[in-house]
């Protein structure tokens, strides 16, 4: 089976930097998957990590330690347009994804 | 290059009646995923399916639930005899190749039963 690990809520301040971690246990590993999903809307495709290490794409950046179950998302210079829900997806064995509960992240002024 | 299409977007059904959803994939993709958003809750895979095959329908409930992806046309959720607790946003994604391509979703539909 699958376990995946996030806290449900985090709060930062515009321009801040925010780091959302996330922790795992799947039947098989083949990467993992981070999706911001607006209150109402599709989940978006953020990053995807295979290899250990940071990948970094603009504002957003992931990080993975295979060995350690373990991805974070980092998030610098927030705006109010990323408080958002937060879904941490590692894929396993299976082909589907199996999402974590989320973490909604509040952007205050 | 259109994104994946969903619709309806939004669709009110009575207790007993018939619900189906219809997901069009991206051009080109041939792998198509279904999940279900209970309120407040995280995504639940229910079923994955490639053109004219189930690939793995194990997130599905066995009663009243069923989906197809013919040659021709969208994926179809079905949902025959809709009770309350059906009530979620229904999201399908698709994906180029069933390896490690991103899946990319839906909009989603929003049902309600009443």
């Known amino acids: 089976g699958q376990n995946i690990d996030q806290p449900t809520e985090m709060t930062a301040t515009e321009g801040a930097i925010v780091q959302i971690n996330c922790t795992y246990q799947t039947s098989g590993f083949n990467g993992l998957f981070w999706y911001q999903q607006h209150a109402g809307e599709a989940p978006t495709f953020l990053s995807y990590?295979?290899?250990?290490g940071l990948e970094e794409k603009g504002r957003f950046s992931s990080f993975l330690s295979r060995s350690k179950g373990y991805s974070y998302l980092l998030l610098k210079e927030l705006q109010m347009k990323d408080s958002a829900s937060y879904l941490c997806a590692p894929w396993g064995s299976a082909r589907q994804l199996t999402f974590g509960s989320g973490t909604q992240l509040t952007v205050l002024p | 290059n259109a994104g994946v299409m969903q619709n309806p977007r939004h669709l009110v059904r009575r207790r007993g009646q018939e619900a189906r959803l219809r997901c069009s994939p991206m051009k080109g993709h041939s792998h198509v995923y279904w999940y279900r958003q209970l309120p407040e809750e995280g995504l639940k895979f229910m079923v994955y399916?490639?053109?004219?095959?189930?690939?793995?329908e194990s997130g599905m409930p066995k009663e009243r639930f069923s989906a197809e992806f013919p040659k021709e046309g969208p994926s179809i959720l079905r949902i025959q005899q809709v009770v309350r607790g059906d009530s979620a946003a229904y999201f399908c994604a698709s994906q180029n190749d069933g390896g490690a391509d991103t899946q990319y979703f839906g909009p989603g539909t929003r049902l309600t039963v009443l």
């Open positions: 399916l490639q053109k004219e095959n189930i690939i793995d």
């Open positions: 990590n295979v290899l250990d």
